[in-house]
């Protein structure tokens, strides 16, 4: 066995734009800022960079196009010591997106294209204390049951939110991405996502650190005040830094501190490739 610290990670690689903002967007006005370039990006490409500059074993499952941006990324990827080899290299495009950062670090994030992920045959067989899927595809129901059927730990990011479409011990999510049914009664809302199997749906909200809710348990951990120089990415890395704590045997409450602590070291350094020494940042 691969032990404690080998996780599969099923979601998007993406090629970010970047551009700089002089100020707030401000939406139907003029807008000044300065083209960055290009840089990796995509949720499950984030969380797999910071598990492994952590020091994990990681298998990422995900997909980009043979043209420049998708080769860089799988570049990037493999030289933090990523395990690609489950990524489709032959994907119809590489998914892009434009980010617009404010002075204040704050992201606003504009989809260009997406490559489509397509799950190889056998992953959930594959040897890792823990799968994360970090994708919307309605149709990864069944691979996530089949890995919790075979004892095997799922946490799942949500949106999606429909009835049984993501079978998992722990979800998690951004509190602004939800509605207000939702955060009346995080747990009841993630049971009916997940099935009877879900042991904690776990949120996120920004400067406002995160909670964890169980069947009767509620749990907070505020988040330390740091000087935010890029957002970008804090909830994936946030995501890593909960299933590094957890693969290791933290308790929720642990391991909740320990995934705010990823997420706001994430946003103290610029971009999305986490420097050596993370997450441990002086």
């Excluded at 690689?13 to 970047?18: K, L, Q, S, T």
């Excluded at 969380?47 to 196009?65: D, E, F, N, P, Q």
């Amino acid at each position: 066995a691969q032990g404690m610290n080998s996780f599969v990670v099923l979601g998007s690689i993406a090629w970010d734009e970047v551009v700089d903002l002089d100020g707030p967007l401000r939406t139907g006005s003029h807008n000044g800022g300065r083209w960055r370039g290009g840089r990796v990006g995509g949720g499950a490409a984030n969380t797999a960079m910071a598990l492994a500059r952590a020091g994990a074993r990681v298998h990422l499952v995900s997909a980009a196009g043979p043209d420049a941006a998708g080769r860089s990324i799988i570049a990037q990827l493999e030289a933090l010591g990523v395990d690609t080899s489950f990524v489709d290299r032959q994907a119809d495009q590489t998914t892009r997106s434009l980010v617009l950062l404010d002075a204040r670090g704050e992201r606003t994030v504009v989809n260009l294209a997406r490559a489509v992920v397509a799950v190889p045959a056998g992953i959930e067989t594959v040897d890792a204390s823990w799968l994360y899927v970090r994708s919307g595809d309605p149709g990864l129901a069944g691979l996530l049951a089949r890995r919790v059927g075979r004892g095997g730990r799922v946490l799942a990011h949500v949106p999606p939110v429909q009835t049984g479409i993501r079978p998992a011990q722990v979800l998690v999510g951004s509190a602004s991405d939800l509605d207000e049914a939702f955060l009346a009664d995080p747990f009841a809302a993630g049971e009916r996502i997940a099935g009877d199997v879900l042991e904690w749906m776990v949120l996120t909200d920004g400067a406002g650190g995160a909670g964890a809710y169980g069947r009767d348990d509620r749990l907070g951990q505020p988040a330390p005040d740091v000087e935010v120089v890029d957002s970008t990415g804090a909830g994936d890395v946030f995501a890593a830094g909960l299933l590094y704590a957890l693969a290791n045997g933290a308790a929720m409450a642990e391991a909740l501190g320990t995934a705010v602590r990823w997420g706001s070291a994430s946003v103290r350094y610029d971009g999305t490739v986490p420097p050596e020494g993370f997450p441990s940042l002086r």
